[in-house]
């Protein structure tokens, strides 16, 4: 009987902690793709993530190699996507840099790069 009650605590403390780390808003995928290498600079940068975002406590930037802002304007935000236009800039490594908050009340951040040229 004991080894019964030791199982559905442990089991419940499995779903427990599972259910706590689904409750954030973790980048999902992105476009440019994390990591990946694009011919040339893209119009604007979309990221998508595993949670509905708070358009108000939600942000991102994109730089270029030498560190300067080449987002233009404030993000969309629609649900949990969330995408900024870019100015035109020329090759080399990109740096997006993100900070959301969800529905969930829980923030999240991170940061990625992708290359630009051939």
Excluded: C
Excluded at 11 to 38: Q, W
Excluded at 88 to 95: C, F, I, M, R, V
């Amino acid at each position: 009987m004991r080894r019964s009650s030791l199982f559905g605590i442990i089991l419940l403390l499995l779903l427990f902690a599972t259910g706590e780390a689904t409750a954030h808003a973790f980048l999902d995928h992105a476009e440019p793709r994390v990591g990946n290498k694009v011919a040339s600079p893209p119009h604007e940068v979309t990221l998508w993530f595993t949670q509905k975002l708070e358009p108000a406590f939600s942000s991102v930037t994109v730089t270029n190699a030498s560190g300067a802002r080449v987002d233009s304007g404030k993000p969309r935000i629609s649900g949990n996507q969330m995408s900024v236009p870019l100015r035109a800039s020329g090759a080399g490594t990109y740096h997006v840099n993100w900070h959301v908050l969800s529905v969930d009340t829980h923030t999240t951040e991170g940061n990625f790069t992708f290359q630009v040229g051939q």
